[in-house]
């Protein structure tokens, strides 16, 4: 019984900490080694939670948030995606990928007052 507990204790933790990266107003970009030179800087969005995972460390959140381009940037607002901007085939993310974003982020501050 004890056993089965701790086990409880421990699943619960991980999937608390697997959420983490959609906490509040966060921006999160899904990448790989092989398409870095694509990615968006997100230092535009240092005031938000702001996460990078990359494909050969982190497979199970691309499955988890069926991610099928590569860069792919999302924001998500307490754990809901708010917006998804995807590079396509061309490997490459649309030039206005921020304004996308940062006009998504206004909107959810305009309204959480």
């Known amino acids: 019984m004890k056993n089965i507990i701790i086990l409880i204790v421990i699943l619960n933790i991980n999937l608390a900490y697997a959420q983490d990266y959609k906490n509040d107003i966060s921006v999160v970009q899904f990448s790989a080694s092989f398409v870095k030179d694509a ?62 974003i940062s006009k998504h982020i206004d909107e959810l501050l305009k309204n959480k007052f």
């Open 39 to 100: 990615e968006m800087s997100l230092v535009k969005f240092k005031d938000y939670n702001i996460h990078s995972f990359y494909m050969e460390q982190n497979r199970e959140i691309f499955k988890t948030e069926k991610i099928k381009y590569l860069p792919t940037v999302v924001l998500y607002h307490n754990g809901k995606e708010i917006t998804r901007v995807e590079s396509g085939i061309n490997l490459k993310l649309p030039d206005n990928c921020d304004k996308k």
